[in-house]
């Protein structure tokens, strides 16, 4: 019975310690109203190198997932960024999957919060974003326009 109680505790050390950090990261949130393009959300972080200049993934769907840059706070509705998502047809800063793109502009992020939690905030905040779990404590927040 105790290593369980020792798990709750290193797990709530480990995300006491984290929310100084959250409280100076740079918000997302504007940009996750699903009123822009992947070009606008992505080109200002780029040139800000708030996040790395090639994509540490790129889906055969061609939406590239960007790293925050060494020593970024990154968040988005409170939660922190793993990674910035965008694909724009012919738009030179994305890479083109081997597959069908999935739109012609859709951006995002991906963030450390269960999907729950974070569909939560994201439709408080009155923004119509897809939230879609990825992985436990993974969620993506997603904006997509044809």
């Known amino acids: 019975m105790k290593q369980p109680a020792r798990s ?13 950090a959250l409280s100076h990261a740079l918000a997302l ?9 992947a070009h606008a959300f992505i080109a200002p972080l780029l040139q ?17 997932a960007f790293r925050p840059a060494k020593g970024t706070e990154l968040s988005a509705y409170d939660f922190r960024v793993y990674a910035v998502l ?35 905030k994201v439709r408080a905040a009155g923004s119509d974003a897809v939230v879609h779990h990825v992985a436990p404590f993974i969620t993506a927040i997603f904006c997509k326009q044809d």
Do not use: W
């Open 8 to 20: 709750v505790r290193l797990l709530a050390s480990t995300l006491i310690a984290t929310l100084p």
């Open 29 to 37: 949130d504007a940009q996750l109203d699903c009123k822009s393009n």
């Open 48 to 64: 800000q190198h708030l996040i790395e200049e090639k994509p540490m993934r790129v889906e055969k769907n061609s939406v590239n």
């Open 86 to 120: 965008g694909y724009q047809k012919d738009d030179p800063i994305f890479t083109q999957g081997t597959g069908e793109p999935i739109a012609d502009s859709a951006y995002g992020a991906v963030v450390v919060g269960l999907d729950s939690a974070v569909e939560a």
